[in-house]
């Protein structure tokens, strides 16, 4: 069974490295590490240093999946931020649960809503474990910034990104999994008739009142039929066909079709394809497949075929809108 480590990630990438020697001095030894962040420009620099760091460090034993970002907020401090936030958390949860993985949830990077955030994602969707990150050195903590720690050599950053484990602390959070109610949960909210127990639930936590659903309900109601209404995570390896091409276009290619890979558990298959000329789009064709064409910049633009695991139109649907927002923040 894989493990992957689904972490909040701000100004200090320090906590993420901390977080995998522990776990793994505790006999718990991480696979893959995904991050959960913002468009920040330290947090962007932290990630970047981690996309480095982590499989050099770790001599390729540890896959770096990147992150699922809030691209167009800089923090969580808005209604709409934390709704696109939940639903990067949950949909992460979500996937890499249905395909049997063990999650070691930290929380212990980024600002305090967004801890708060993935800690309610993980009461509804779960978790092996949900934990903060502490260091027991002051002196460590202060030179853990993104801004010194860029400018330090190798072995300085190596320091303070690997403190003795002794003197790391993973402090492990209670929390209560509501995966079985989830189904009930979405219907109470939707108005259908439901358990008193669980109605009582929903009411305690101000999601529900004089039977109809908050504010808050109704944002949790959005993120839940969001996620729900998501093809299954692929069964297995994504399979890639891709065409031999000259080496600086066959590299791109090769690049994009892996960040595809890793971003969406949903496709099964890439296929490299022709390209035509016009704006990045994406493209649904039932009843399975996406066609994807990126933009030309310094090489000949990239298309791909994408068979994902959608069963029905709606799923497929909701597949395409997925792809096409990620691919327009990332080809700006």
């Known amino acids: 069974m894989r493990r992957v480590l689904l972490a909040t990630l701000g100004e200090t990438p320090a906590v993420i490295t901390e977080a995998i020697d522990k776990l ?19 947090a962007r620099e932290a990630l970047e240093l981690l996309s480095r760091h982590v499989p050099s460090y770790y001599n390729g034993e540890i896959e770096f999946h990147g992150a699922r970002i809030l691209e167009a907020f800089y923090d ?12 990067l958390a949950c949909a992460a949860l979500r996937d890499y649960r249905k395909m049997g993985w063990e999650v070691y949830a ?6 305090k809503a967004m801890s708060a955030l993935l800690t309610l994602a993980v009461q509804f969707y779960g978790a092996q474990r949900l934990f903060h990150v502490l260091v027991d050195d002051l002196e460590l903590e202060e030179e853990g910034h993104i801004q010194k720690l860029k400018n330090k050599l190798p072995q300085e950053q190596n320091r303070v990104l690997h403190p003795p484990v002794e003197h790391i602390k993973l402090v492990n959070l209670p929390f209560i ?21 669980v109605q009582a639930l929903l009411e305690h936590n101000g999601l529900l009142a004089e039977g109809q659903p908050t504010s808050l309900g109704k944002m949790i109601l959005q993120v ?25 276009e066959a590299e791109q290619t090769r690049l994009w079709a892996e960040r595809l890979e890793r971003r969406f558990l949903f496709i099964e298959r890439i296929e490299d394809i022709g390209w035509r000329e016009g704006q990045p789009k994406v493209k649904a064709e039932a009843p399975n497949l996406l066609i994807v064409f ?39």
């Open 76 to 87: 969580v401090d808005s209604d709409t931020a934390a709704l696109e936030f939940m639903h």
């Open 24 to 42: 793994r001095s505790e006999g718990v030894h991480v696979d893959v590490v995904v991050l959960l962040t913002t468009k920040d420009a330290f």
């Open 224 to 248: 839940l039929e969001s996620i729900e209404t998501l093809p299954e995570p692929r069964q297995g390896e994504c399979e890639k066909n891709l065409a031999r091409k000259e080496p600086k």
């Open 294 to 332: 990126l933009p030309g910049r310094r090489i000949p633009g990239i298309g791909f075929q994408l068979t994902t695991t959608a069963q029905t139109p709606g799923q497929l649907e909701r597949a395409r809108q997925e792809v096409e927002r990620w691919l327009e923040r990332e080809v700006r």
């Open 106 to 111: 930290s929380i212990a990077g980024g600002r």
């Open 177 to 197: 999994g509501l995966l079985p109610l989830l189904g009930d949960i979405v219907a109470g909210l939707k108005g259908s008739p439901m358990r008193s127990e």
